[in-house]
Nanobody, 123 residues
Framework: QVQLVESGGGLVQPGGSLRLSCKAP???????????MAWYRQAPGKQRELVAR?????????DYADSVKGRFTISRDNARKTVYLQMNNLRPEDTGVYYC????????????WGQGTQVTVSA
């Protein structure tokens, strides 16, 4: 099963920053540019929610959940087949497991997830 590989999670104090990375596996690196990328998160006892997405290849359209606008930035490095989520001014309510998602623009059935990386914001 194709799986993205996330990294960069951890424990951080409120107001701190983290940068999450998500690398495409070898099986889809040749078609990485054909996929829109997104980050989701799931807090304990809550449903998974969209945090940010990057539509397009370069200078694409970005979209953010209202709760993270102005604090989080999604970006992609097509040469490295990697998407990033820069998270600044973190709050306790940002705590959760963050998942990377890739979805093929031409065929939405080609939809891939990572295993998740834990982000904990606590004093």
């Amino acid at each position: 099963q194709v799986q993205l590989v996330e990294s960069g999670g951890g424990l951080v104090q409120p107001g701190g920053s983290l940068r999450l990375s998500c690398k495409a596996p070898r099986s889809i690196t040749s078609v990485f540019n054909a996929h829109d990328m997104a980050w989701y998160r799931q807090a304990p006892g809550k449903q998974r929610e969209l945090v940010a997405r990057y539509l397009g290849i370069t200078q694409g359209t970005t979209d953010y959940a209202d709760s993270v606008k102005g604090r989080f930035t999604i970006s992609r490095d097509n040469a490295r087949k990697t998407v990033y989520l820069q998270m600044n001014n973190l709050r306790p309510e940002d705590t959760g497991v963050y998942y990377c998602n890739a979805i093929n623009r031409a065929n939405s059935a080609l939809n891939y997830w990572g295993q998740g990386t834990q982000v904990t914001v606590s004093a």
